[in-house]
């Protein structure tokens, strides 16, 4: 093959980005993704009708970095409401977002979901979300949780443990509230900018705008990159080549490891390893006209009393009823407990059911058909303050960038980001 300026490896949202961002500034580039498929984490899948998402993921849009890169307008988004319905002790309560429904709130103090002092406590919060520019890099990191951030704040243990724990739970699909606090405020912010939402086509479709910037050309699907290897220490034009589990090599100035934590550790082993946050998505469908009337709000329904297995759950037919075909309806309940995820199929399938009847009642769930139960292991790279110390660094030198979630933050918009930056950087170094 005839040596590139620069090789991408991973066909992620990072991959993906990098290579837009490449062909913007003329350079010459070739991406291998190992799969048959674009779009790593991001993607959508029909199965009898019904669209399914690679485990249940938003678009928050407010994120920086879809800007002059996804057309919003062309997604034909969606929006959930913004807030939650807590289940806690046998009852729905609705938690609203004091900055996007301040009525909402009030009532929701008033109604006694939220104490007067904790929606005091939680406002400064809101407005420095909503407006202090300096949240909005994605980059930095508190050193501190976010658990610690509302225990500064005086958050009272009921609200953080039925709302924030089970909210930001589904958030980083982690339940400890463990995120380093500047991951947690970067997310209140996106919430408090813009709205969550779901495109009709599904999130597949983030990564079909993306892959339609690039020339089909330049794009091989299906090929396993196995080694990374560095051929000169000079600056002479082609100093990495790269081998493929097939036993083709290619040749190039610089390299964009843009992969996943552990796909990019087993290439460079010198890199730190990553802790994952898992997930599964369990997807049943129901006649529209049994759907309990909680669920036919665009809204996440959460798990307030920690008791799960189901941890957030909404109907995606409920925000987007192109979901699936007329007449029916979709239900995704997430989970995100270690020990409820190291359950067999059935036994999770059972006993989340057994948590919906008590929700909704036997009547309302006997209906509802098992679609599929999507477990996805390495779903998030975890986010806490030590995870996001030891996050390793773009430019691995001589030429070696590195792209993916794992560098920036765990998100569309982190991958997005860490694209863009190692194709500016491979720019820089190219000349
Ligand atoms: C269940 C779930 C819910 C989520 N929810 C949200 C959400 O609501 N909002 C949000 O912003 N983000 C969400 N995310 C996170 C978001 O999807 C990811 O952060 C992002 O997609 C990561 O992209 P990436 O390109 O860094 O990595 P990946 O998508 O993992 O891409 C890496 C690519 O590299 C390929 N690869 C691996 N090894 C090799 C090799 N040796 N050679 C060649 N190719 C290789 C893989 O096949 C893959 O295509 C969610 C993720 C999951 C799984």
Redesign the pocket.
């Known amino acids: 093959m005839a040596p590139r300026q620069v090789i991408i ?8 980005c990098a290579a837009i961002h490449c062909e913007r500034m003329s350079i010459d580039w070739i991406l ?4 048959k498929r ?5 993607g959508t899948r029909v199965i009898d009708g019904c669209r399914i998402d ?7 849009t407010a ?1 920086p970095e879809l800007r002059g890169m996804i057309d919003l307008k062309q997604l034909d988004l969606r929006s959930f409401q913004s807030g939650a319905l807590v289940q806690r002790a046998g009852k729905f309560t609705r938690l609203a977002n004091p900055l996007r429904h301040p009525l909402q709130a009030v009532a929701s103090a008033l109604t006694g979901a939220m104490s007067v002092a904790d929606a005091c406590r939680i406002l400064p919060i809101a407005l420095r979300a909503a407006f202090a520019p300096s949240i909005t890099d994605p980059d930095v990191s508190h050193g501190y949780s976010a658990r610690d951030l509302l225990q500064q704040r005086k958050v009272s243990d009921q609200l953080v443990d039925g709302f924030f724990r089970p909210f930001f739970g589904g ?1 980083f ?1 982690d339940g400890s509230l463990g995120a380093d606090a500047a991951a947690f405020e970067f997310r209140l912010a996106m919430f408090a900018r813009g709205v969550a939402a779901l495109p009709v086509a599904g999130m597949g479709e983030i990564a079909r705008q993306l892959i339609e910037q690039i020339p089909n050309s330049r794009v091989r699907t299906a ?4 080694e990374v290897i560095r051929t000169s220490e000079d600056a002479s034009p082609t100093r990495w080549r790269v081998a493929t589990t097939a036993g083709e090599t290619h040749e190039a100035s610089a390299i964009i490891v ?3 934590a552990d ?1 990019a550790q ?2 460079l082993p010198s890199l730190p390893s990553r802790s994952w946050c898992s ?1 599964a ?1 369990i997807t049943w469908r129901v006649d529209r006209a049994k759907l309990p009337p909680s669920l036919c709000e665009a809204i996440s329904l959460i798990d307030g009393d920690g008791t799960g297995p189901v941890n957030h759950l909404c109907a995606p037919t409920s925000v987007a009823g192109e979901y699936a075909p007329q007449g029916t309806s979709l239900i995704s309940g997430n989970v995100i407990d270690p020990i409820a995820l190291a359950r067999r199929d059935e036994d999770l399938e059972c006993d989340a059911r057994s948590q919906m009847s008590n929700w909704f009642g036997n009547e309302a769930t006997r209906h509802w058909k098992l679609v599929c139960i999507d477990r ?1 292991a390495h ?2 790279p975890r986010q806490h303050p030590n995870d996001l110390e030891a996050r390793p660094q773009m430019d691995q030198g001589g030429g070696l960038f590195l ?4 560098v920036t933050d ?6 997005m980001r ?2 863009r930056v190692a194709a500016a950087a491979v720019s820089a170094l190219l000349g």
Do not use: K, Q
């Open positions: 490896i991973g066909g992620g949202i990072a991959g993906l291998l993704e190992a799969s674009l779009g790593g984490r991001v690679h485990g249940f993921a938003v678009l928050l994120y958030v699909l090929t396993t990159v196995r843009a992969l996943d796909g087993s290439l997930t998505a996805i779903a998030l792209a993916g979630d794992h765990g998100s569309i918009n982190g991958a860490s694209g």
